[in-house]
């Protein structure tokens, strides 16, 4: 026999508790999506400005060290006892306080000039008013300043010749900042005559360069070829009546593919996008396969730096005067010019 049980067993309802009315099913869901803010990158004005503000503090400190070279701090209410006292009667380490106020505001200025070189979206603009490697040279020279002033302890403070090197270098950045902005305000002179960068023909409303598409081209290569003068006047193939006379005075100067390369470096130079330029090229161009190669070279860097697909018969450009082999190179030429324009255009519109 089994006993009875003692106790009722619990007694579980699938239906909903009445004491609480707003509890959901276990089919909802409470997952609530949060779009995570992502603070958008620091425009090339936004660097300039925090670079100007470290270098203000910068000149603010290195100022006060130069006129307080012997400061003395205000006297500790909490101790009685007479600090010890260095050579030329300053309290022991003050000069530490003082070396460290002066490191971490040269350190924020130099990270701050260090972020603006990296992050600048011109740097063969700054190449024109000073290279590389000594805008290198100089931060490395501050930055050994600071190492030797901090592995000494700032001992006996900072020395002249410390104090005028940092000076030396914040001066130098100034300068060259005045500098980038007198270039650029002759490059936006400069700009206003490129009729090319513009879609409405001369910059006038309501013209356009339908129907001129070449000499638009043309504009564009005179503008940024390094030597202008030296292209040729274009005369199309088809207005050539004989075969004899090709290839054009302008097919001849540029079938060789050395002023295509050096046009294509010196647009990449101009460009934001500072890569893929060509590092080879002939120059001598009595053997046929020279000239060839230096127009596979531009062929082959047209389709990695612009994404542009060229259709050109090298040996027949090169050796010959075969009427659609020299057509074919003429319209690559304009079909690169125009993709190459375009990008160069929207990047000097911003």
Not at 44 to 61: F, I
Not at 303 to 310: P, Q
Not at 331 to 338: G, H, T
Request: net charge negative; proline share 6%; charged share 35%.
């Amino acid at each position: 026999m089994v006993e009875s049980p003692t106790q009722e067993d619990e007694y579980y309802s699938d239906e909903e508790d009445e004491d609480h009315p707003h509890m959901l099913p276990p089919t909802v869901s409470t997952y609530q999506h949060r779009e995570k803010v992502i603070p958008r990158p620091p425009s090339l004005e936004d660097l300039k400005a925090d670079l100007k503000k470290e270098l203000g503090e910068a000149s603010k400190v290195l100022a006060d060290a130069k006129e307080n070279h012997t400061p003395t701090p205000p006297a500790s209410p909490s101790s009685n006892e007479e600090s010890p006292k260095s050579e030329g009667g300053n309290p022991n380490g003050w000069f530490e306080i003082e070396g460290m106020h002066i490191l971490d505001i040269m350190t924020l200025a130099i990270r701050a000039a260090k972020v603006y070189y990296t992050a600048h979206d011109r740097p063969g603009r700054l190449a024109v008013i000073k290279s590389e490697r000594n805008i290198r040279s100089e931060l490395m020279s501050v930055m050994e300043v600071l190492r030797k002033m901090a592995s000494r302890n700032f001992a006996n403070g900072m020395r002249t010749e410390e104090r005028e090197i940092m000076e030396n270098w914040v001066s130098g950045v100034y300068d060259m900042l005045d500098r980038e902005a007198i270039l650029e305000a002759e490059e936006i002179k400069q700009r206003a005559s490129w009729t090319w960068l513009y879609d409405d023909w001369e910059g006038k409303e309501g013209a356009s360069w339908t129907g001129r598409e070449v000499e638009r081209e043309l504009d564009f290569m005179k503008t940024m070829d390094q030597d202008p003068d030296g292209i040729p006047d274009y005369t199309p193939v088809e207005s050539v009546l004989y075969d004899e006379e090709l290839p054009t005075e302008f097919l001849k100067e540029y079938r060789t593919g050395l002023r295509l390369i050096q046009f294509h470096n010196t647009l990449v130079k101009r460009s934001k996008r500072n890569f893929g330029a060509i590092d080879r090229w002939h120059t001598d161009f009595r053997k046929p396969y020279r000239p060839a190669e230096n127009l596979r070279y531009w062929i082959k860097a047209a389709e990695l730096r612009w994404e542009v697909k060229l259709k050109v018969d090298v040996l027949k450009v090169v050796t010959g005067n075969d009427r659609a082999a020299l057509k074919e190179f003429e319209d690559a030429i304009w079909k690169w010019c125009k993709c190459v324009r375009e990008e160069i255009s929207v990047e000097l519109r911003v």
